[in-house]
């Protein structure tokens, strides 16, 4: 969080110092407005986030909960990489149109894919010896570890959601999130009870699967 924060309070000011932005009351106005819509967001995709780790610990047991989320731990940290990416690109997607950027985003969510399939590719070869070198305790989340990596082919889908953020469109991101959320939290509440982390796991690469869906729509319709 605390590095996130940080790489976001240097690209801020970069960017201010490189376009020569300027506060008057009316834009700072909006900017508040909408910093209150991406918190109200931001929010809501935590609380669901809680929902798989919450439903393991009172449906399964608290050993499945530990294997999921070690599993999940080495994918966070992959994801931050891609989440850093983003920020960097997020001042040239805002300085241009959206007819502009669209010009060359098939071409960067294509680059983006082939990486992120390599990056998934050498984690689910790789990841035995990760966890038998620095978690040979919780060798048992090797092979769900393996499973989320799959989650990581869609990560391209950020770069729509950046340009979204980038040009204000809050009602489409409203969209985008809480349906996506809404599709996760079910998924978990029929399947974790059933299948325990094995429910968690299908849930979770459902709805990674159905939000690019949702974002490649979304992207038709800027």
Known sequence: FISNFILGLIIYVISLRKYHVQSTSDNVNESLLYSKHLSA???????SSQVDPLLLWHTASPVQLAIYSFAQAP???????TENFLSLIFPKFSTKTIDEVKKTLPL????????????AG????????IFRTFLPQYIDSVFWSQLIAITLIFQSKGLIETLIIAHGKIKLRYIAIITNHSIRIILFLILIPLYGIQGAIIGTLISEFVSAIIFAVIYKKL
């Open 75 to 81: 994918i966070r940290e992959l994801r931050n990489l």
């Open 41 to 47: 967001i931001g929010i809501f995709s935590q609380l």
């Open 108 to 119: 960067r969510i294509f680059q983006m894919t082939v990486v992120s399939c390599i990056m």
């Open 122 to 129: 050498a984690y689910i070869i790789s990841a035995p010896f």
